[in-house]
């Protein structure tokens, strides 16, 4: 082969080289970026991300994604912090809480129909889609887990103490001799709830709620010190009095549903998720789930309910996120995350599933969702919680009357309203 032929085989090969270079830069060019910041639930959240990405990246190889998984502590903090930055994820799995905060700083934008079709809008269940993250008239997000919250029953304990555990409690004065009646034949408390913890304002809410009460009134301003919440702390101070429950200024779920597990406790009001771990830590506890009791016969039970929401960035890849959408809500995947985080069905087209419908602990939260209540949004929540936690603690302690502690409460936190 003469020179020549060389310098222009290599010229050639040249030439095609800077070709296909081209053409690699240009397919990288069109190539779509996604970035997902997602909360860990569990040790099995992230290997079923990174699955669920890899699948997805499979079968739309023009879509790069990229996934954090972040613990719960730190999301808020996370994600508060790229928004000020300027580098909001495309997609966020957050708080339903926290909604309000991330459509106030517009760092998200509302459902459409150019992110949601219409036949998966449909498919959602109408309490979680309806009714999660619906701020201002407009919703912000897709319900990517839910859970509720019932009585949970150790059937033994109930028989033992003389009570049928799958006879319904309809009231609480029901309610009242069951825990009463258990600790005082079996030596077991019959009820735990908490005082302490950040968990503290719900375990008088449930009674708030469902003796017609709320937590704030339509202005914004306190409504937890009414006649129905007076009664509600009032329901609870007197089976302190009664020595049928641990101390509850000294207890938080992290201590008693260990004790429920250990036949310590007969009844305690948890989610669903807690089934799983009941089932791994206390096999041979048979269990039965009712939903928390009215004041008065005829009333409605309420339930509450919990959301975490799917919101979107205002900058999210449009085209991008609505493929992605479309993939982490279709029915096999939503499966797969609800049955290994233990979390509800979101989906109409769940329904069918046997791990759902062939546990009837966990239908029986599934039948409550109809009737379920959401956190409220408000901008003073966090401090409502607070305060309601000291009344709780003055009114268990003998400091002030159920009435005096909230009126206090009340007293302090409109003080905070805007």
Request: hydrophobic share 50%.
């Amino acid at each position: 082969m003469s020179i020549h032929r060389l310098i222009v085989k290599s010229a050639a090969l040249l030439t095609a080289g800077i070709a296909i270079g081209a053409l690699l830069a240009g397919a990288a060019a069109a190539q779509q970026k996604l970035s997902f910041l997602a909360a860990e639930y569990s040790a099995k959240t992230l290997p079923f991300w990174e699955q669920v990405v890899a699948d997805f990246e499979a079968a739309n190889p023009d879509i790069d994604v990229t996934l954090e998984v972040v613990g719960w502590n730190t999301i808020h903090d996370l994600t508060a912090q790229r928004i000020a930055a300027g580098t909001m994820p495309d997609l966020v799995n957050t708080a339903t809480i926290w909604v309000p905060e991330w459509v106030d700083a517009a760092a998200i934008r509302p459902l459409g129909d150019d992110l949601v079709d219409a036949t998966l809008r449909a498919d959602f269940v109408p309490a979680l889609f309806d009714k999660g993250a619906v701020y201002n008239g407009e919703n912000w997000g897709l319900p990517i887990a839910a859970a509720a919250r019932a009585i949970l029953l150790n059937k033994g304990l109930l028989a033992q103490a003389g009570f049928d555990p799958d006879a319904p409690i309809a009231t609480w004065d029901d309610y009242r001799s069951i825990i009463v009646g258990v600790k005082e034949k079996t030596g077991a408390f019959g009820y735990a709830f908490d005082a302490k913890g950040v968990r503290a304002f719900r375990d008088f809410g449930y009674y708030l709620l469902n003796n017609g009460g709320t937590f704030f009134a339509a202005d914004g301003r306190a409504a937890f010190n009414s006649p129905e919440g007076v009664e509600a702390l009032q329901f609870l101070v007197d089976l302190v009095k009664a020595g049928a429950v641990p101390d509850p200024l000294g207890t938080t779920l992290e201590d008693y549903q260990p004790m429920y597990e250990a036949g310590r406790v007969a009844t305690m009001i948890n989610g669903n998720f807690a089934i799983a771990g009941i089932k791994a830590n206390a096999p041979g506890l048979e269990i039965a789930v009712a939903a928390v009791p009215v004041k008065t016969a005829g009333q409605t039970p309420v339930t509450w309910g919990v959301t975490d929401t799917l919101v979107i960035g205002k900058a999210a890849p449009v085209e991008a996120s609505r493929k992605f959408i479309a993939h982490i809500f279709s029915t096999a995947v939503r499966n797969q995350f609800d049955e290994a985080e233990g979390m509800l069905p979101v989906l109409l087209s769940q329904a069918g599933n046997p791990a759902f419908t062939g546990d009837p602990n966990i239908k029986a939260f599934i039948d409550m969702l109809p009737t379920s209540q959401f956190d409220p949004f408000h901008p003073q929540y966090a401090q409502m919680q607070e305060l309601v936690k000291t009344a709780m603690q003055s009114a268990i302690t003998g400091a002030a009357s159920p009435k005096d502690a909230l009126d206090k409460a009340a007293a302090d936190f409109n003080a905070l309203v805007k």
